[in-house]
């Protein structure tokens, strides 16, 4: 295991639903990150976060939210989604924040979640 | 525009043969590039990084390559086995940014 664990495994909810993803890292790192993956599509970078403060948000709709109570910790909430919101939404987390450049950080990743919305 | 392509998409082979995934990169400027593994239902997990100075990085039968004059990247995979069906992630990554490709879902069949 990478270290990273991510709840609930899969999730089905409604387009009116209110739902939380949970993310948890037990790597003692100060990095972490909200992905999502679509099929046949590149990993979508969606949240990043420093030492529990948001450092950069890539135009993701604010039907996500995100909240890092912690440096261990890091949630999704989900509210009034679409069905082209359904994904696998992976948490990643590194020692550092990647901008560091050189040999640079590797981040581990959760088993994420598979969300479907109907 | 940064981009990161990997070819083929999908790939079928028998146990026990040999195979070469190939990453093509327009990323700019280069800082280091990881391939990943990511099994089905599972996160991806690194298995190489390298930087602008070194062509070659081994992980037990898995051997990365990288042309950074042609932006060019390789993951060569011997003797395969049924545990290497996943799909193979190429990640490139510039100043403060990942840039991932689709990946190469690969099928290693008995």
């Known amino acids: 295991e990478t270290g990273v664990t991510q709840t609930p495994r899969h999730l089905v909810m409604g387009m009116t639903n209110k739902k939380s993803l949970k993310c948890e890292q037990h790597?003692?790192?100060?990095?972490m990150y909200w992905y999502k993956q679509s099929a046949k599509k590149p990993l979508e970078l969606m949240f990043v976060?420093?030492?529990?403060?948001?450092?950069e948000n890539n135009s993701v709709p604010s039907r996500f939210s995100p909240e890092c109570p912690n440096s261990s910790h890091l949630f999704l909430h989900l509210h009034t989604l679409q069905p082209e919101d359904s994904a696998l939404y992976l948490c990643?987390?590194?020692?550092?924040?990647?901008?560091?450049?050189?040999?640079?950080?590797?981040?581990?990743f959760g088993p994420g979640t598979r969300l479907l919305v109907l | 525009k940064n981009q990161v392509e990997q070819s083929p998409q999908s790939l079928i082979i028998l146990e026990g043969k040999n195979c070469t995934l190939q990453?093509?990169?327009?990323?700019?400027?280069?800082?280091?590039l990881r391939w990943y593994k990511q099994d089905t239902g599972r996160g991806p997990v690194s298995l190489t990084i390298m930087t602008f100075s070194e062509n070659t990085k081994s992980n037990g039968r898995y051997t990365a390559t990288l042309d950074a004059d042609t932006k060019q990247s390789s993951l060569h995979i011997t003797a395969s086995q049924l545990s290497d069906s996943a799909s193979y992630i190429c990640v490139v990554s510039a100043e403060n940014q990942f840039y991932f490709g689709t990946g190469t879902s690969l099928t290693v069949i008995p």
């Open positions: 976060y420093s030492l529990e403060e948001r450092v």
């Open positions: 790597l003692g790192h100060n990095a």
């Open positions: 990643a987390s590194s020692q550092e924040l990647v901008t560091s450049g050189g040999y640079g950080e590797t981040q581990y």
């Open positions: 990453c093509n990169y327009t990323v700019s400027p280069f800082s280091n």
